[in-house]
């Protein structure tokens, strides 16, 4: 194949950011490298085969009886199988090297034509190294359970006579991602490690009714210690046996797949248990076999070990275990955990990430584990285009949510993990009146433009011992005495489920194109999340969940239980996560106000402890009547009823808050109130204002990066299907400089564009506004006359341009009014 040294679509990536050019060396280096080493996978018979590795490698049962195996341990002397088919007998079934370190065996089946090692048998490998045997789990090993006389794991064969085949298609990739984050284990009201067939049965069904439309399993891939949370992975191959067998798992993705869920499996690539005997570490007596033998590979704070990446062996074990959870077990993605810890040596550790773009691309940033996870999603995404991939990262790396072709790494989203420090530090350090709504809504918008986000209050970091999760920050004890519906309605609890009920849906709203929580959380579980160990005396109490409290009708947990089934519905409904930027139009510190549109819907949040404001203005960009399409407030979700459900509020013909129109909204404390535009009475669509212009359909979307660059997405439709010949050159061929006429809050500027046609239509950046005036106007833009003042020229960081819809002329220096 032919090596690829600048990425096809790097001018799409540096048109969107044009911060990155000056690092564009350093991101055709990085491309190039992934392509010496798609290069380097086609000299070993192709990705297909590559990624199959699963198949050749590990204990595999042939049609003759016989058990073929195969293992790469290039710094082993020998290998042997031992195990309860032979009595443990390290000279009865002994490896034959062969060339690159690999080891193969072929075990011959029983007198009787059967499988000599029986569905069940303990196994191990007896590895040997300068002269010292030390038995171990193969890497490829597909069932490892604990014995009931040791801690150490040991390797079963599973080879059933009945299995559970895979029995739904992939259901089809949402188009906005609401994720339950779940673990198994604890997913139980009672104290013990729960199934995977109860969890199918029990909880799976409770996720598609509360409106999920994705599940996020954690601590899937076995890990010999239970409370490390699935994060010191021993068996990559492995689905964790205290939850059951691998036939389980497949019952619970089908169940998933059966309801309309996808499914995502939490990956983790980024690290591994750094023991001996049951996992990955010294596997073929040596330190450097899966990963780096120096320093590099250790990461001293996880204590765990580091994967080397360029490492061909590495690589196709890596990827071949991505593939292996699809095929074999339905996973329709994945979220990689500790990305940020990958994608630099520092390994994140005490890095604030503040200083600029060299930090992304200088000497601090790790290339081979970059150009790894650009691999792993280049062939995710073409493989299996259902993909689904999320990076938990926090550096803000940029491209890392952008197509491989443009240079970027592939992923879809990346997790918005300032947001649930934000919170946690507001409801721990400071009062309610010193919240600053600057601040929040500033970090709830700071992402990269065109990146996807997953937007959450609090994951299952926040839960964790130590910490305290949303509903115990602000309820803390009375929790244990005030939540039955018979209690007296206190103040904290007053407060507590408002904001509750807040945070989710402003976070929701405003934070990202995803969401995702946390089981049980959803309706405020109390306490914090503490697996059995050693200090705790081994106790489960704080290792469930107790769903029983968001059913218990006499319990004020079902109020926010309920909350976040609407706040699932309503987005299911309006499809608000997928519908671009949002537009906050207010932020008023004195009120404690929060106001924003996306999709149809209006958001508006009043923090304030004590103050309701009743007729408050509220900008909008509709002349039309508006509904409550939910209310923090109502007496279903634990409220006062203070907004009538059945309340219209229509739009004023009178400017505010820089939209075309306003409502007067009655805004009780603590509350939020989301009106939507009544579809019975609304105009959806383009504006009004361009119903006589003879291209009716050409509208603009609009957003703006946190330092005033301001980006837009044209749909550019013309009549009979025509376009101008400058709107039809390929995506890497820049554009001249051309101008657009703006209308903005009722007035008329002349933009500059820089554009370029992108997947999406015109893409461009608007550079510089002049105010002009319209002084003729016509039914056809070629008689349309504009007068243009010289003397203001307004810079676009100051300019005030309407996020959603506004008018432009075509680069043929033509108008329409």
């Known amino acids: 194949m032919k090596v690829e040294t600048i990425p096809p679509k790097i001018f799409d990536l540096i048109q969107l950011d044009p911060y990155l050019d000056p690092f564009k060396t350093e991101i055709c280096r990085r491309y190039t490298v992934f392509q010496e080493t798609l290069k380097k996978i086609e000299k070993c018979g192709g990705i297909e085969k590559f990624t199959s590795a699963y198949k050749e490698f590990g204990l595999h049962v042939q049609p003759d009886g016989s058990v073929t195996c195969l293992e790469w341990a290039p710094g082993a002397d020998s290998l042997a199988l031992v195990g309860d088919f032979n009595n443990w007998g390290q000279t009865a079934n002994v490896f034959t090297r062969g060339e690159f370190g690999r080891f193969a065996l072929t075990v011959p089946p029983a007198e009787d034509g059967t499988c000599r090692i029986k569905h069940g048998s303990k196994l191990k490998t007896a590895v040997t190294k300068d002269g010292k045997t030390t038995l171990k789990l193969s890497p490829w090993a597909v069932y490892v359970t604990r014995p009931t006389d040791s801690v150490v794991y040991h390797q079963e064969m599973y080879n059933p006579p009945i299995r559970i085949e895979l029995t739904d298609n992939h259901p089809k990739t949402p188009k906005s991602l609401r994720i339950y984050e779940a673990h198994v284990g604890i997913s139980s009201p009672e104290g013990k490690v729960n199934t995977y067939r109860a969890f199918a049965d029990d909880v799976i069904p409770r996720i598609a009714r509360q409106g999920y439309n994705c599940i996020q399993l954690m601590a899937v891939m076995e890990h010999v210690y239970y409370a490390s949370f699935g994060y010191q992975v021993t068996s990559f191959f492995g689905a964790s046996s205290r939850c059951g067998t691998p036939d389980d798992l497949r019952y619970l993705v089908n169940k998933a797949h059966s309801l309309g869920l996808v499914i995502l499996l939490d990956v983790v690539h980024s690290h591994a248990s750094k023991n001996i005997l049951d996992g990955l570490n010294e596997w073929d007596g040596t330190t450097d076999c899966y990963f780096h033998g120096s320093a590099r590979g250790y990461h001293n704070l996880w204590d765990s070990r580091l994967f080397d990446y360029t490492k061909i062996e590495v690589l196709r074990f890596l990827l071949s275990n991505l593939r292996w959870w699809i095929e074999e077990y339905g996973f329709d993605g994945f979220r990689f955990d500790g990305v940020t810890s990958m994608i630099y040596h520092s390994h994140g550790m005490n890095d604030d990430f503040s200083g600029g773009y060299p930090m992304y691309f200088g000497l601090n940033a790790d290339s081979d584990s970059i150009v790894y996870l650009t691999l792993a999603n280049h062939f995710l995404h073409k493989k299996y285009p259902f993909m689904i991939t999320i990076a938990e990262e926090v550096s803000g790396m940029p491209g890392l949510c952008r197509p491989v072709e443009e240079g970027g790494q592939g992923f879809d989203y990346r997790l918005a993990m300032a947001i649930p420090d934000m919170w946690i530090k507001l409801l721990k350090h400071e009062k309610d009146e010193d919240w600053d709504m600057e601040k929040i809504v500033h970090t709830l918008e700071n992402r990269r433009y065109l990146e996807g986000h997953v937007a959450y209050a609090e994951s299952h970091d926040q839960a964790l011992v130590g910490d305290k999760t949303i509903a115990f920050w602000l309820m803390d004890k009375e929790m244990y005495d005030n939540m039955s519906c018979m209690s007296p309605f206190t103040p904290v609890i007053e407060r507590g489920l408002a904001f509750h009920k807040m945070i989710r849906l402003l976070t929701m709203g405003l934070g990202g194109e995803a969401w995702l929580n946390f ?5 405020g579980h109390p306490e914090w999340l503490d697996f059995p160990r050693v200090g705790n005396g081994e106790s489960f109490h704080y290792a469930r969940r107790q769903f ?62 004590d103050k309701s404001f009743p007729d408050y203005k509220v900008g909008v960009n509709y002349q039309n009547e508006f509904a409550v399409a939910l209310c923090s407030d109502d007496a279903k979700y634990g409220g006062q009823s203070r907004v009538q459900p ?23 404390s603590r509350s939020a109130p989301s009106p939507r535009v009544d579809p019975s009475n609304s105009f959806i669509g383009p504006p009004p204002w361009m119903a006589n212009s003879p291209y009716p359909d050409n509208y603009y979307r609009v957003g703006e990066l946190s330092d005033g660059r301001v980006f837009f997405t044209a749909h550019l439709l013309f009549p009979g299907g025509g376009a101008p010949s ?5 995506s890497n061929v820049p554009l001249r400089p051309w101008t657009a006429v703006v209308k903005t809050a009722g007035k008329w500027h002349r933009t500059n564009v820089n554009g370029m046609m992108g997947p999406m239509g015109f893409m461009g950046e608007m550079t510089t506004t002049e105010k002009i005036t319209t002084t003729t106007t ?23 341009i309407d996020p959603h819809i506004f008018k432009v002329g075509h680069p043929f220096n033509r108008t329409i009014d």
Not at 778 to 800: D, F, G, H, W
Request: glycine residues 4%; neutral net charge.
């Open 726 to 730: 400058d709107l039809t050159r390929p």
């Open 519 to 523: 089981i049980g959380n959803e309706f």
């Open 548 to 609: 029983n409290l968001a059913d218990d009708q006499l319990l004020r947990y079902k109020f926010l239980n309920e909350w976040d089934r609407s706040m699932n519905l309503l987005e299911e409904k309006h499809g608000f996560l997928h519908d671009g930027n949002a537009y906050v139009s207010w932020k008023h510190q004195g009120d404690k106000l929060v106001v924003f549109e996306r999709g149809p819907l209006i958001f508006i949040f009043n923090f304030h402890h």
């Open 778 to 800: 016509a039914t056809t833009p070629s008689t349309t006359t504009t007068t243009l003042p010289t003397t203001t020229n307004e810079p676009v960081r100051r300019a005030k």
């Open 646 to 668: 059945s309340s219209k509020f229509h739009a004023f013909n009178s400017e505010w808050a820089d939209r075309s129109h306003h409502i007067c909204v009655y805004i009780p």
